[in-house]
């Protein structure tokens, strides 16, 4: 302040939105959205949060969005990323299925190219006029000028492998069936082992990662490669190729069906037999791994069950009501056992 005169703040390119309130305030979007309708149950100490905030950020909520929201649209859409090779036709009809049950129609949006074109998407798709709600099947990441989900005040929630920080969540994120396969493999005498996993951006690939590490340390088994792939049948083949067939794994655990099939065919190309020289599982169930030679064993995840579970959450968020629980993880995942995995080779006779 100078002469008694207040400093002018700078202006701001931008209104605040509900995220930069939640944020500030250390809460969920869901809690402001609760503070903003009044809600009676509300803690105390929640809502003395929530209103320091607004006042602090001088959020105004956007009434026109409001207005536009009470004429439902009874759409709701779902964002997939530019690539959809790991998305199973599975989870849409599941998603899909659960929204017309509920009477709304679901449009399924690809975000493509560069992070600067998925932030003109995001702002160009999601308006409140045109949707109801979101539901993001990947992390979309960051976007150029920070430009996110976060700053859309359509209701939205992630896929259930996020929750909407995008942090890893219950039973979606589960790799405990990672452990299964390494004691199963170490049942059947294999002591040395490798890992292809998927890109370290998914909670998913991360989570499977450090369930094989930590299995077999406590085992007492030997990893003897932990090769990053990118869930593409190609990065199998590289990783099999250049780094698996030569480390003297007899056993692998890949992080995906799409990566297993291409460390089968690596393998395949450098003499190896699987799985008379070398185990191979997988991860997903994809249909192809049940008629490949030798049938894939992997992890079957209910697929249709988590595109249903994720509408239901949005659904929830949308009327107002408690959030809903989390899926079992015994419900959504199981090991299967095929032909790729077999006994451990036996040491060649001195």
Request: charged fraction near 25%; proline fraction near 6%; glycine fraction near 8%.
């Amino acid at each position: 302040m100078a002469d008694g005169v207040p400093a002018r703040q700078p202006l701001r390119e931008k209104p605040p939105t509900i995220w930069e309130v939640a944020r500030l305030a250390g809460v969920s979007h869901q809690t402001v959205s609760r503070f903003l309708r009044k809600d009676a149950a509300m803690r105390p100490e929640t809502a003395r949060k929530v209103a320091a905030a607004v006042d602090e950020l001088g959020y105004r909520p956007n009434q026109a969005a409001r207005t536009m929201r009470t004429r439902r649209a009874n759409r709701l859409t779902a964002l997939l990323p530019g690539s959809t090779d790991r998305l199973s036709p599975e989870l849409l009809r599941g998603a899909a299925a659960e929204a017309h049950e509920a009477g709304y129609t679901l449009d399924v949006v690809s975000l493509e190219g560069d992070a600067a074109a998925r932030a003109a998407r995001l702002e160009a798709l999601l308006q409140p006029e045109s949707t109801d709600g979101i539901l993001a099947f990947a992390s979309l990441g960051e976007t150029a000028g920070g430009v996110t989900l976060a700053d859309v005040e359509v209701p939205f929630v992630t896929d259930g492998v996020y929750d909407d920080n995008m942090r890893s969540l219950g039973a979606f994120a589960d790799a405990s069936p990672a452990a299964v396969l390494v004691r199963h493999l170490a049942d059947l005498g294999h002591r040395r082992f490798a890992h292809v996993a998927g890109p370290p951006e998914w909670a998913s690939a991360r989570g499977r990662r450090a369930v094989y590490e930590a299995t077999v340390a406590e085992l007492g088994l030997e990893s003897r490669a932990v090769v990053e792939g990118d869930w593409s049948t190609r990065s199998g083949w590289e990783a099999a190729t250049r780094v698996v067939g030569g480390s003297g794994a007899t056993a692998v655990v890949a992080a995906s069906d799409q990566i297993a099939f291409g460390v089968l065919t690596g393998l395949q190309s450098l003499g190896l037999r699987t799985p008379d020289d070398v185990s191979v599982c997988g991860w997903d169930d994809w249909e192809v791994g049940r008629y490949f030679r030798p049938t894939l064993t992997t992890v079957a995840v209910d697929r249709e069950l988590q595109g249903r579970h994720t509408v239901r959450r949005l659904l929830a968020l949308l009327r107002g009501e408690p959030p809903v629980g989390p899926v079992a993880a015994a419900d959504l995942n199981r090991v299967i056992l095929r032909e790729s995995t077999g006994p451990a080779p036996r040491p060649p006779a001195t």
